[in-house]
């Protein structure tokens, strides 16, 4: 029993993480019990901007849109209902994001990928409550990852010490 993933990388591969590492914050985001299959696609902007202007009515590319499979009329074979849908990541989006908030690149990837399952997953963030039960979901799956809470202000140079004179700006 396992999830399936295949990666689309839309963009030069040139620094972004391998299909390996992705494969990894994907798996570690499924909850589910049997078979299943999912899509990673790596983007441009241009792309992203689409995609989130067609379907979300947003005129602007963003870090990462799931994209859920439709469901299946019944009576299918369950393999047929396996397909969980598309993940979609816009790369410059996510570089200039980690930058921003001071994260390494992997790590906000993985955070993406993870985030990005979960709404295929039925998981939303749409009030107060369920934000803070998927954010909790997130945190605990990065934990197992190796990686600090997402949503801390500037995780990681929290966890680095800074020698005199060079801290980060509060």
């Known amino acids: 029993m396992g999830l399936e993933v295949a990666v689309q990388y839309a963009v030069p591969r ?10 990894r914050a994907a798996r570690a985001a499924w909850h589910g019990a049997g078979e299943a299959a999912v899509t990673l696609r790596l983007v441009d902007v241009d792309e992203g901007r689409t995609l989130n202007h067609v379907f979300r009515g947003r005129d602007y590319a963003t870090n990462v849109l799931s994209f859920p499979a439709p469901e299946l009329p019944p009576g299918l074979p369950p393999e047929a209902n396996a397909y969980l849908g598309d993940v979609i990541l816009c790369a410059p989006v996510l570089a200039r994001e980690a930058v921003e908030q001071g994260k390494p690149l992997a790590a906000h990837y ?3 990928v993870v985030h990005g399952m979960l709404h295929l997953q039925g998981m939303d963030h749409q009030t107060p409550d369920e934000a803070a039960r998927m954010e909790a979901v997130e945190r605990s799956i990065l934990a197992g990852l190796g990686y600090p809470d997402p949503y801390a202000e500037h995780p990681v140079r929290a966890l680095t010490p800074h020698p005199a004179g060079n801290a980060p700006d509060a």
Request: proline share 8%; aromatic share 0%.
């Open 14 to 23: 040139a620094g972004l993480p391998a299909a390996t590492t992705l494969h």
């Open 110 to 112: 993985h955070h993406m």
